[in-house]
């Protein structure tokens, strides 16, 4: 049995991580986060530590290293995208491996930041990816390998989970702090796209707000046109009211649908990692350096080869509402 430390107790995505510590058996000695609305604990690990200064959660953690029993083993991260690199490198200045939620870091800098501390401390730092888990991208990814080898697939990846009016009041609607939509909602599917078709060779934003981003990008097996919405109004009339998000993926004119199958992806994340199977800085360099030059970019004219369909309804509706 491993013990753990979380870092960011009271988010949206703590709890998947408390579940993924208990379901694979391991302890979650002690979690921390500025914030105290974590009663969550109480359901899954009650005997926890539980503290909101940094300063003290930092010195319990450090203590208990005297002590081979208690001593941490891993730390998990899940607070806000800008923090993650000052999270991960305390941890690994703890002496733990650490797990951390997607963005890994915004930057490719960042990254070999990462790799230094890494190398400081002899600890290892792993991303959830986890979509790279999901059976329906595995069968895909599959499909692609045996396609033959000279074939580009076309490839339209839409993704929109609705948002409330919260979104933007909180950090994750800051892009000092989550680093705008295509980094905040989109980076691990940057990263689905990567895993299974490739290296990317094209990279071209066409329109990015607050609220919703659109591009296109080549890799060395597929042409992918991409949209990702924050924006209930951009749902689809076939899931409004039964479904807040969608996800999907057209290859080849076949479309994937893979909005469900989510719900133990972390779970089987933490077992990759403890089974030695993880996912370091080097598998998260690909998705942290797509949406770097994304965040760097000015949109451009979009071709109709390269132009996703949501945008041209988006297009249409701006010049509507300008009349």
């Given at each position: 049995m491993k013990n753990f430390a979380l870092i960011g107790a009271a988010g949206y995505i703590a709890p998947r991580h408390m579940h993924a510590i208990k379901d694979t058996g391991n302890n979650l000695s002690v979690a921390y986060d500025i914030n105290d609305s974590v009663g969550v604990i109480d359901s899954i690990s009650p005997a926890s530590?539980?503290?909101?200064?940094?300063e003290r959660f930092y010195d319990h953690a450090w203590r208990l290293k005297r002590n081979a029993d208690s001593k941490l083993d891993y730390v998990s991260i899940c607070t806000p995208n800008h923090m993650h690199l000052s999270h991960i490198t305390a941890g690994l200045r703890l002496g733990c491996d650490v797990i951390c939620e997607k963005p890994l870091v915004p930057t490719s800098a960042d990254l070999d930041e990462l790799a230094l501390v890494e190398k400081e401390t002899g600890q290892r730092v792993f991303n959830i990816l986890q979509l790279r888990h999901h059976q329906a991208i595995i069968d895909l990814k599959k499909k692609?390998?045996?396609?033959?080898?000279?074939?580009?697939?076309?490839?339209?990846?839409?993704?929109?989970?609705?948002?409330g009016k919260w979104y933007m009041e909180s950090w994750k609607g800051d892009p000092r702090c989550s680093f705008g939509v295509a980094t905040n909602i989109g980076v691990h599917f940057f990263d689905m796209l990567h895993f299974i078709f490739g290296k990317l060779q094209k990279n071209v934003l066409h329109f990015s707000d607050d609220m919703k981003a659109s591009g296109f990008l080549e890799y060395e097996r597929a042409r992918v046109r991409w949209f990702l919405s924050i924006d209930a109004n951009d749902l689809p009339e076939s899931v409004i009211g039964k479904q807040s998000t969608y996800r999907t993926i057209t290859?080849?004119?076949?479309?994937l649908e893979f909005s469900k199958g989510f719900t133990d992806l972390h779970t089987v994340s933490y077992q990759e990692i403890l089974a030695g199977r993880g996912y370091g800085i080097e598998d998260a360099r690909h998705c942290v350096e797509t949406v770097e030059s994304i965040r760097n970019q000015k949109p451009s004219k979009a071709t109709d080869e390269e132009k996703h369909p949501m945008l041209e309804?988006?297009?249409i509706n701006q010049q509507v509402d300008s009349i």
């Amino acid at each position: 049995m491993k013990n753990f430390a979380l870092i960011g107790a009271a988010g949206y995505i703590a709890p998947r991580h408390m579940h993924a510590i208990k379901d694979t058996g391991n302890n979650l000695s002690v979690a921390y986060d500025i914030n105290d609305s974590v009663g969550v604990i109480d359901s899954i690990s009650p005997a926890s530590e539980f503290f909101t200064d940094f300063e003290r959660f930092y010195d319990h953690a450090w203590r208990l290293k005297r002590n081979a029993d208690s001593k941490l083993d891993y730390v998990s991260i899940c607070t806000p995208n800008h923090m993650h690199l000052s999270h991960i490198t305390a941890g690994l200045r703890l002496g733990c491996d650490v797990i951390c939620e997607k963005p890994l870091v915004p930057t490719s800098a960042d990254l070999d930041e990462l790799a230094l501390v890494e190398k400081e401390t002899g600890q290892r730092v792993f991303n959830i990816l986890q979509l790279r888990h999901h059976q329906a991208i595995i069968d895909l990814k599959k499909k692609v390998e045996g396609s033959p080898q000279n074939h580009k697939h076309d490839v339209e990846l839409t993704y929109m989970t609705s948002r409330g009016k919260w979104y933007m009041e909180s950090w994750k609607g800051d892009p000092r702090c989550s680093f705008g939509v295509a980094t905040n909602i989109g980076v691990h599917f940057f990263d689905m796209l990567h895993f299974i078709f490739g290296k990317l060779q094209k990279n071209v934003l066409h329109f990015s707000d607050d609220m919703k981003a659109s591009g296109f990008l080549e890799y060395e097996r597929a042409r992918v046109r991409w949209f990702l919405s924050i924006d209930a109004n951009d749902l689809p009339e076939s899931v409004i009211g039964k479904q807040s998000t969608y996800r999907t993926i057209t290859c080849d004119g076949e479309e994937l649908e893979f909005s469900k199958g989510f719900t133990d992806l972390h779970t089987v994340s933490y077992q990759e990692i403890l089974a030695g199977r993880g996912y370091g800085i080097e598998d998260a360099r690909h998705c942290v350096e797509t949406v770097e030059s994304i965040r760097n970019q000015k949109p451009s004219k979009a071709t109709d080869e390269e132009k996703h369909p949501m945008l041209e309804r988006l297009l249409i509706n701006q010049q509507v509402d300008s009349i």
